[in-house]
């Protein structure tokens, strides 16, 4: 067991989501994570556990934590939306922190958006990112989170919400027809039925259906691959998988006023740069009616540092230790 030590200029940092759990330490200084270790989620019974596991692992004793969870947080409590598992603010100082948050995975990213540029972003279609205006954020993974950071004179507010659990609003007359496979499938189809790994399975399996053809895939990355290699089913799911994403993003940046762009993170979209940039996602983007020209001007960035959920994470742990 590594030897523990403690440090009140440091803060756990963590970045559960729906498979893989990180964490790191950070300098409540600079907000640079460090000692970075990922587990997998399957792997631990409870949410705590994967704690005390990098706390051993790393020797390792901060007195702040600050968590971003992928689940709805309530009064510091969360539910992991794809796993069993439970986590409260209050669990996480019995384990010996003095101060503890839990914040939406999502939260977490739009919190990041003050601090990124150049080599972590990659930009899709026109427009220019403003960071004194409001941004909106979302990305497919295991699920489908959203967010905004808010700004008026006051100030920017980051905002929890649960934009991937609204419903799927189809574009065409194909979109219709996945509508209906998907609905016959689950009942209600949100967007994250649609723009998440599983997802791109049950894209998969509705273009089957509608055109009669192609092959049963029950892996969202071995559809990927076999897009990114060329082969013709699968190339069609991902590029209306790209479409799709497309139009939802000109949603919430109609929805959250976020003039100042639209970051999309996630685990699938840096995967398939070429294929977005290509796709008709910008098209769908903008595809608003009287409200295209709106759009036009609003870019849309792909984050592709990996890290992006620990840089909002840190900003929380240091408002946390100087509060």
């Given at each position: 067991m590594a030897t523990q030590t403690s440090s009140a200029a440091e803060a756990v940092v963590g970045d559960f989501?729906?498979?893989?759990?990180?964490?790191?330490?950070?300098?409540?200084?600079?907000?640079?994570?460090?000692?970075?270790?990922?587990?997998?989620?399957?792997?631990?019974?409870?949410?705590?556990?994967?704690?005390?596991?990098?706390?051993?692992?790393?020797?390792?004793?901060?007195?702040?934590?600050?968590?971003?969870?992928?689940?709805?947080?309530?009064?510091?409590?969360?539910?992991?939306?794809?796993?069993?598992?439970?986590?409260?603010?209050?669990?996480?100082?019995?384990?010996?922190?003095?101060?503890a948050r839990i914040l939406n995975?999502?939260?977490?990213?739009?919190?990041?958006?003050?601090?990124?540029?150049?080599?972590?972003?990659?930009?899709?279609g026109p427009g220019t990112p403003d960071g004194r205006l409001s941004v909106a954020v979302m990305g497919p993974g295991t699920g489908f989170g959203a967010s905004a950071l808010v700004r008026d004179e006051a100030g920017s507010c980051a905002m929890a919400a649960e934009s991937g659990h609204a419903s799927f609003a189809p574009d065409d007359d194909v979109e219709i027809e996945i509508l209906k496979f998907v609905r016959a499938r689950f009942g209600h189809v949100s967007i994250e039925r649609i723009l998440s790994g599983p997802?791109?399975?049950?894209?998969?399996?509705?273009?089957?259906?509608?055109?009669?053809s192609g092959e049963a895939i029950d892996d969202p990355q071995e559809i990927t691959r076999r897009a990114l290699a060329g082969e013709p089913s699968c190339r069609r799911t991902l590029e209306r998988f790209c479409a799709i994403l497309g139009g939802v993003a000109g949603n919430l940046a109609l929805t959250y006023g976020a003039l100042?762009?639209?970051?999309?993170?996630?685990?699938i979209v840096p995967n398939i740069l070429d294929v977005l940039d290509r796709s008709e996602f910008r098209r769908r983007f903008e595809s608003k009616g009287r409200f295209e020209n709106y759009l036009r001007g609003i870019a849309t960035c792909v984050i592709t540092r990996s890290d992006v959920a620990f840089l909002g994470a840190a900003r929380s742990a240091a408002r946390l230790a100087k509060a």
């Open positions: 989501g729906g498979t893989n759990v990180r964490l790191a330490v950070v300098s409540l200084s600079d907000g640079q994570p460090r000692d970075i270790r990922h587990y997998h989620s399957k792997d631990f019974s409870q949410a705590s556990d994967t704690v005390a596991k990098y706390l051993a692992d790393t020797g390792r004793s901060p007195s702040v934590i600050a968590i971003a969870a992928a689940g709805p947080v309530t009064s510091g409590n969360v539910r992991f939306t794809n796993l069993g598992w439970h986590l409260s603010e209050a669990e996480l100082k019995g384990m010996g922190f003095s101060a995975d999502f939260v977490a990213v739009a919190l990041a958006t003050e601090f990124l540029g150049g080599s972590d972003l990659r930009q899709i997802g791109l399975c049950n894209v998969h399996d509705a273009l089957n259906h509608v055109e009669g100042g762009g639209v970051y999309i993170a996630g685990g």
